[in-house]
């Protein structure tokens, strides 16, 4: 490829590049340090000074010994390593990293399309907004820059049937089986939607479709068949293969996981989304082009995962950005262009300053104080019940727990059992006995803790404002 071609406008390439730059550190202003976080930490510590996979439970009083199916073991050890080396601002550093990478995968790989019309690409640019609630130290972010390079990779092939990018998809594969192998099915589901969109050649109304050469048949097939192959490449082997579809078929912890909840036309927060639903919709019916039929297989299929969890939602924005740009027409750049990216790049960067104590204040914030967790360790807990959000930094201090985020372990233990005690359903006053707990540590504001305000085998020994612990009477 000739240097000319790759920077098209030098002026204007390198100050979208800075764009991007900025408006991606004006993301970190929502930089979250969530409570799953801590356990990843923890686990990266443990495999690392003990040089051994982790794939039994190591950190719950519950469950420990049980299979662990720890599919992101990768990032685990990348995270702990991250912090040995830079302490609490890992959290900012890795952050910024993968989503800055990724929306610069996202501009490189598709530049053309980008600057053939900026006032449509700032647009689509400030709609990434919907990553904001998932800017946080989590795998997630490392998925998202292995889903855009799998779909740009996946689209060369669409556009030249020569293209040998396709060979670095078992890579991307393994990687992300490893990472975060939640998601890794993804290379091979999108290399069968890939698949599916060349079989028929035809044109109808507004809708087009291209069949593919024999070549392209034959390399779409081989890469989907070797990516299912590339995903036992882990500790775990073939039961990675088959773990997205065990969790999407546990209704019960769909049903109570935040994270999994489906996109809801009455929560009014979940609007974003449905916005860009919309635009992708307008764009396609009032282009003057014919819609691919590749393209609407993909949108198809990211709006089911979109619209079946909230999860998804960044799929839809990264696999869209390889087709909206084909739709929209393009543009002579307006004078003044030059300075409308310079000026809206360093009101990003100072809003990012004027934000920067938030930020430090957020990735320094303690899920519990130290005299909270001081006291739990002076008392030597052996049954602690413990309320969900606090499990992953019991953890990270060193104390057993009874549940933490890892749903997915305690889904066949003591899942129910924990939503059924800290919503007082039916009953719950026998799992309370079934357990014999010696310790609560809970909310000060919670329904549970009236329940042991007036129940004569437990009494409250701690209290500060949000958290109280109750111990078992002698």
Request: with cysteine; glycine share 2%; proline share 1%.
């Given at each position: 490829?000739?240097?000319?071609?790759?920077?098209?406008?030098?002026?204007?390439?390198?100050?979208?590049?800075?764009?991007?730059?900025?408006?991606?550190?004006?993301?970190?202003?929502?930089?979250?340090?969530?409570?799953?976080?801590?356990?990843?930490?923890?686990?990266g510590e443990y495999m690392v000074k003990n040089s051994r996979f982790l794939t039994r439970d190591i950190f719950?009083?519950?469950?420990?010994?049980?299979?662990?199916?720890?599919?992101?073991?990768?990032?685990?050890?990348?995270?702990?390593?991250?912090?040995?080396?830079?302490?609490?601002?890992?959290?900012?550093?890795?952050?910024?990293?993968?989503?800055?990478?990724?929306?610069?995968?996202?501009?490189?790989?598709?530049?053309?399309?980008?600057?053939?019309?900026?006032?449509?690409?700032?647009?689509?640019?400030?709609?990434?907004?919907?990553?904001?609630?998932?800017?946080?130290?989590?795998?997630?972010?490392?998925?998202?820059?292995?889903?855009?390079?799998?779909?740009?990779?996946?689209?060369?092939?669409?556009?030249?049937?020569?293209?040998?990018?396709?060979?670095?998809?078992?890579?991307?594969?393994?990687?992300?089986?490893?990472?975060?192998?939640?998601?890794?099915?993804?290379?091979?589901?999108?290399?069968?939607?890939?698949?599916?969109?060349?079989?028929?050649?035809?044109?109808?109304?507004?809708?087009?479709?291209?069949?593919?050469?024999?070549?392209?048949?034959?390399?779409?097939?081989?890469?989907?068949?070797?990516?299912v192959l590339c995903i036992s490449v882990n500790p775990h082997g073939i039961k990675m293969l088959f773990y997205p579809y065990q969790n999407m078929l546990d209704g019960f912890m769909l049903k109570t996981i935040a994270e999994w909840q489906p996109t809801n036309l009455n929560d009014f927060s979940h609007y974003t989304y449905f916005v860009l639903i919309i635009i992708i919709v307008c764009v396609f019916l009032f282009s003057s082009k014919k819609i691919k039929l590749i393209d609407l297989l993909l949108f198809c299929f990211v709006l089911f995962l979109g619209l079946k969890s909230i999860r998804f939602w960044p799929y839809t924005y990264i696999v869209m950005s390889y087709i909206i740009f084909y739709y929209i027409p393009s543009r002579k750049n307006d004078n003044g262009t030059e300075f409308v990216l310079?000026?809206?790049?360093?009101?990003?960067?100072?809003?990012?300053?004027?934000?920067?104590?938030?930020?430090?204040?957020?990735?320094?914030?303690?899920?519990?104080?130290?005299?909270?967790?001081?006291?739990?360790?002076?008392?030597?807990?052996?049954?602690?019940?413990?309320?969900y959000d606090y499990g992953g930094y019991l953890i990270y201090c060193?104390?057993?727990?009874?549940?933490?985020?890892?749903?997915?372990?305690?889904s066949n233990y003591n899942y129910k059992d924990y939503y059924k005690i800290s919503s007082l359903a039916y009953g719950y006053e026998k799992i309370i006995k079934k357990y014999d707990f010696d310790y609560f540590i809970i909310p000060k504001d919670i329904g549970l803790a009236t329940y042991l305000d007036n129940n004569d085998s437990y009494s409250l020994v701690f209290s500060d404002k949000k958290v109280v612990i109750y111990e078992m009477k002698k």
């Open positions: 490829m000739k240097i000319k071609e790759f920077f098209v406008n030098k002026k204007i390439f390198f100050l979208y590049l800075f764009l991007i730059f900025s408006f991606s550190l004006f993301l970190m202003s929502f930089l979250v340090r969530e409570t799953d976080y801590f356990w990843h930490i923890k686990a719950s009083w519950i469950v420990k010994g049980k299979y662990w199916m720890s599919h992101e073991w990768l990032f685990e050890i990348i995270i702990y390593l991250l912090k040995l080396v830079s302490n609490n601002y890992h959290i900012f550093i890795y952050a910024f990293l993968f989503l800055f990478s990724m929306m610069i995968i996202l501009f490189l790989t598709n530049r053309k399309e980008y600057l053939k019309n900026i006032p449509f690409s700032l647009f689509w640019l400030s709609l990434s907004m919907i990553f904001i609630g998932v800017i946080q130290c989590r795998p997630h972010l490392i998925s998202y820059n292995l889903l855009a390079i799998t779909i740009w990779v996946l689209y060369d092939l669409y556009q030249d049937e020569n293209s040998k990018k396709y060979l670095i998809l078992p890579v991307v594969t393994i990687i992300w089986s490893n990472v975060h192998g939640g998601s890794s099915n993804l290379p091979y589901l999108l290399s069968l939607v890939f698949l599916i969109g060349g079989i028929f050649g035809f044109s109808f109304k507004k809708i087009s479709a291209r069949r593919y050469s024999k070549k392209q048949f034959f390399k779409y097939f081989l890469i989907m068949i070797v990516c310079f000026i809206l790049s360093i009101l990003l960067i100072i809003i990012f300053a004027i934000n920067n104590k938030m930020i430090i204040k957020n990735i320094n914030k303690k899920v519990l104080n130290d005299e909270v967790v001081s006291y739990i360790k002076t008392k030597n807990a052996k049954r602690l019940y413990n309320y060193n104390i057993s727990v009874f549940i933490d985020g890892r749903a997915d372990l305690y």
